[in-house]
Each structure stands twice: as structure tokens, then as C-alpha cells.
């Protein structure tokens, strides 16, 4: 469940015909834009609002309730309509402290007593004591500190610590008063310098969820961290969020008579996400509702944030490329599924997984797309050729296409209309190419280009002919072709300033000779036709 934290802390020369117009120039995206890793494909962008599930109480909406006079019950009936206030149905909570350890260390300032498994009593000077599963005593352990003091691991804690061993590691839970664990709650959930009946809500809210929540006939109750809720310990505790938590003293939510799940969340984004279209599970008082001072929150609106295709599929341990998206909303306006075209099928995924997968505050979003496809990814193209790439601009106004000769600047070429199209061009050189806007520019595709290699004369001293483009110094390998259909090599050169070569061989006449050439500077090698060797 995420919720609110306290706020101290969350892509030669390449000729396209430009549209009348729009000039050539130099790229749109500065270098402060977002510029996606070459060959990472698709790039989707998106914005959104609220930081969350989004599901019951908005806590910057309660506190923007609690500066406009509102008191917490009146918040926590707001957030979970239908529902009423009465009597914590427990005391005490078990917290899992530490689990699956080969050791842990156990201090207090001052001297305490353990109780082991037997009744028996130990009393323990004070300081730092480390355990191990071979414990002294027979387990369960019971620590309790003496007086005032506290007993630490890793930080301290109110109450009582059980130490078990459990397949032969070990298991730490905090045995705790219910109001003294919330004091470690609320203050790690909301910042302890909100508005007391905001703070006072959270406190309600906590200790309801605390209890609709815990593991019945389990060994603890509760997690220390977000599996339930943050719980920090004395070194969490202040002032405000200690007053809300007393002044709420063992009062919970309540529905048809039964604790209510009161779930919480930093940011509604403006509306809250009902039960049913988070989960599937329709809950009663956990509809949607308006959230009117959400926009206190500075995520009630968020983004735009990048994220690369191939990341995307890795996290979701899906194939692409991906050229094309959509979403469907649910009824209240977040994102219910996202549809991601490749190639091979369209991957339909829940918008609550590709949150998780992207990393996003929330389903209430939007997303943009810039896919620019070249007609075959990993194959070279002859000079000269022409050659068409499809492109895909979803919600991403301004979308330029860019081109960038290997080792050059991105230069932008034409603007790119919403929507599918292809786009026409004629190689040569090695060129890269990429969608971008003045915020974002996607991950570049690059065309690998081969010359043009003729051959003119092949003898067998020698063997002549040209390169276009004219690459001078290029590498030239001369190769006979052998019986079994493969390649020897018969001698090499390179090119002379104007394009030509002559290499010297010692060749069979009448055999089969071709030339290889090798440009390098992202050239992919060029190879001749064949030709037979004169006398």
C-alpha cells in the first residue's frame, strides 16, 4: 500500500523532402531533454496524477479537509462513507521486527530480563548482546527492558521483543501496547506537522487497518514496512502525531459492526479509486469519492516521465519491439488495461501491473508514444538505396524526425503528424535516426549503409575497380571463390582518393574473384559482384 512519507524525506547526409514550411535545422531536443539509449526502441511518456492506489483515505486531501475546518471524523466519513467510529477490539499487536536471520543484536542502556521457552528468568546487564539460532536458552526468548528504557534492533522499540528460531534462522516480533505502536506509525506516515485532526485521522485510519488486517492464527500481526504499514519505532515518535494517536485513544473505523480495511494513500490525483476497479472486489466503503484538496499534493499532477520500450518489456518479462500503444479506462478514469502492439501479438497488461513495471505513481495516467521502425533492423543497405521507415506519434505534440550522420549532430528534418505514417529516404551513408520533442527524444535506430563496389578488370596479377561513395584509405580484400562455394583471400589494398583500386594477386584464370570493401566509420563492409579472371 503506498502512502504518503514525511516530508524531510520519493539519436552523410541523408535527403528527405520536408513538408512546405518546415525547414531542416538544427535538433529540438536540448541537451536538458530526455534522450533515450540508442536501440532501446520505443519510447512511451507518461503523466499523470496522484501518488498511490488511490484507494479510501487521500492524505493530502485530509489535510487540506482539516485546514478548511473539517474534523477527523468528519474526514474518515468522507473517505469511507457508510462507515461509523467505535472500539478498538484489541489492545496490543505482535510486529515482525526482523525475519530469517543468521544473528541479531539485542541493546538496552540499561539492564533487562528474558524469559526463556522453559518459564525460566535470566536477567541481562545492560549493552550490546548478539544472538545466534543456538541460543543459550531454550526458545521462545522474551525481552523485556527494565524501567524507562528501550530495547534496540537496528532501532528501538516500545514493549517487549520474542526472539524465535525458525529453520534454524532467526525471527525477531515486538510484542507492543497498540496505542505505543502508533505513536511509531503515524509520524512515518504523515509528516507530524500537519493539522492535528489530520494527524488524528491518519491515527484512526492506522490503527483500523493495523487491526482489519492482521494475520489471524499467524505468528505476529503486522509488518514493520509498507506489507502493512511503516512502524519506526521511539525514534519516529513526536510530539503532534503522539497527541493525534492519544487523543483517539482505542477508537477505529467501523462497518456493519466489523473493523473497516481502511486503506490509505498519499495522493487521490482529485478523485478516489473505488475497491472494485483496483481490485475486483467491490468493498462498500470503499467507493470513489471526490477529493476537492487534493491539490494541495505536489503529485496531484506529475510527469511527464520516459520510459524506454526495452526496459518496459524486461520488467514485464515480454517480448517486443513495441510499435503502438492504447489504454482503456476504468469508471473512474484510471488506466484498467494498456494494450502494447509488437510484432508478434498485442500484449494486453492491467494497469496495475505496468505501474508496478514502470515505475509510476499511479494508474491515473496517460501515456504518449514516439516508435520510428526501419524496414529491416539488422540488415546493411546498398548506397544509394531508398529505403522507408514507419513511424508512430501518440499524444506528443511537436514530434520531429532527426537524423544524425555516424560521429555527427542530430539535426532535425521534419515535423511528424499524429498517428502511423511512413516516411521515404534515400541512403548515403551510415545514418541515425530518431523521434523527438523539445522534452524527450527516443532511442535512435541506425541504417547500416554498404558502397557500391564495382569491379573493372580482374587478371591474374591484378584486380581493379571503384568504391562509391569515393572512400579513400578503405580496406580492399580480393577473394576467390573455392570449389566447396567459400572464400580465399588473394591479396588486399586500399582505395586511392578518387574511389578507385588496384590489388595485386596472383589468381587462376578463369576462376571466380569478387572484392570485399571496408569503409569502417559505420560503414557495413560492400562486396562486388563476381567476375571471371582473364588469361
Known amino acids: 500500500m503506498t502512502r504518503l512519507r514525511p516530508l524531510a524525506l520519493a539519436i552523410v547526409l541523408l535527403v528527405l523532402a520536408a513538408p512546405t514550411g518546415v525547414a531542416a535545422g538544427a535538433s529540438v531536443c536540448a541537451i536538458s531533454c530526455f534522450q533515450a539509449p540508442a536501440g532501446s526502441g520505443a519510447l512511451l511518456v507518461f503523466s499523470g496524477h496522484g501518488w498511490g492506489h488511490g484507494v479510501g483515505m487521500s492524505q493530502y486531501g485530509a489535510y487540506g479537509y482539516a485546514q478548511h475546518g473539517a474534523t477527523y471524523d468528519e474526514i474518515l466519513a468522507h473517505y469511507y462513507p457508510g462507515t461509523t467510529l467505535g472500539p478498538a477490539p484489541a489492545k496490543t499487536i505482535r510486529v515482525l521486527l526482523a525475519d530469517r536471520k543468521k544473528k541479531v543484536m539485542i541493546a538496552s542502556d540499561a539492564s533487562f530480563t528474558v524469559r526463556d521457552g522453559d518459564g525460566g528468568r535470566h536477567v541481562v546487564a545492560a549493552g550490546r548482546h548478539t544472538y545466534t539460532a543456538d541460543l543459550d536458552w531454550p526458545a521462545p526468548l522474551t525481552f523485556t527492558p527494565s524501567g524507562r528504557s528501550h530495547l534496540t534492533l537496528g532501532r528501538a522499540y516500545r514493549g517487549k521483543i520474542l526472539l524465535d528460531v525458525v529453520d534454524g534462522k532467526l525471527r525477531a516480533i515486538g510484542l507492543v501496547g497498540l496505542e505505543q505502536y502508533l505513536w511509531g506509525v503515524v509520524p512515518a506516515e504523515m509528516p507530524s506537522g500537519w493539522a492535528p485532526e489530520a494527524l488524528k485521522a491518519q491515527a484512526v485510519a492506522a490503527r483500523s487497518y493495523a487491526l482489519a488486517t492482521r494475520a489471524v492464527g499467524a505468528p505476529f500481526d503486522v509488518y514493520s514496512d509498507t506489507r502493512s504499514q511503516m512502524y519506526l519505532g521511539v525514534s519516529a515518535e513526536s510530539s503532534g502525531a503522539t497527541a493525534a494517536v492519544n487523543a483517539t485513544k482505542g477508537t477505529v473505523v467501523l462497518y456493519d459492526g466489523k473493523v473497516a480495511t481502511t486503506y490509505f494513500s498519499s495522493t487521490s490525483g482529485g478523485q478516489t479509486e473505488s475497491s472494485a476497479d483496483w481490485s475486483g472486489v467491490a468493498v462498500p466503503y470503499l467507493v470513489s469519492v471526490t477529493d476537492p484538496y487534493d491539490a494541495l499534493s505536489p503529485y496531484h499532477d506529475w510527469g511527464p516521465v520516459p520510459v524506454t520500450a526495452q526496459s518496459l518489456l524486461k520488467a514485464l518479462k515480454a517480448r517486443g519491439p513495441v510499435t503502438d500503444v492504447s489504454t482503456t479506462p476504468n469508471p473512474a478514469g484510471r ?167 588496384a590489388v595485386p594477386v596472383t589468381a587462376t584464370p578463369g576462376a571466380t574473384v569478387r572484392a570485399v570493401v571496408s569503409a569502417g566509420s559505420g560503414w557495413a563492409p560492400g562486396t562486388s559482384a563476381t567476375q571471371i579472371v582473364s588469361g
Open 335 to 501: 488506466v484498467a488495461q494498456v494494450k502494447l502492439t509488437t510484432p508478434a501479438a498485442a500484449l494486453a497488461v492491467p494497469g496495475t501491473k505496468l505501474r508496478a513495471a514502470a515505475g509510476l505513481r499511479s494508474t491515473w495516467f496517460t501515456v504518449g508514444l514516439l516508435s520510428l521502425t526501419p524496414p529491416q533492423p539488422t540488415a546493411p543497405v546498398a548506397y544509394g538505396s531508398k529505403v522507408t521507415l514507419t513511424s508512430v506519434v501518440r499524444g506528443l505534440p511537436g514530434a520531429t524526425l532527426e537524423q544524425r550522420p555516424v560521429g555527427g549532430a542530430w539535426q532535425s528534418l521534419r515535423t511528424v503528424a499524429p498517428g502511423a505514417g511512413q516516411i521515404g529516404a534515400t541512403l548515403t551513408a551510415p545514418t541515425d535516426y530518431r523521434l523527438a520533442t523539445t522534452t524527450v527524444a527516443a532511442g535512435s535506430v541506425r541504417i547500416r549503409v554498404m558502397p557500391a563496389v564495382s569491379l573493372t578488370a580482374a587478371s591474374s596479377l591484378e584486380t581493379d575497380g571503384t568504391v562509391e561513395p569515393v572512400l579513400a584509405g578503405a580496406s580492399v580484400d580480393v577473394q576467390q571463390q573455392n570449389a566447396d562455394l567459400t572464400w580465399t583471400s588473394l591479396g588486399t589494398g586500399t582505395t586511392a582518393a578518387d574511389g578507385t583500386f
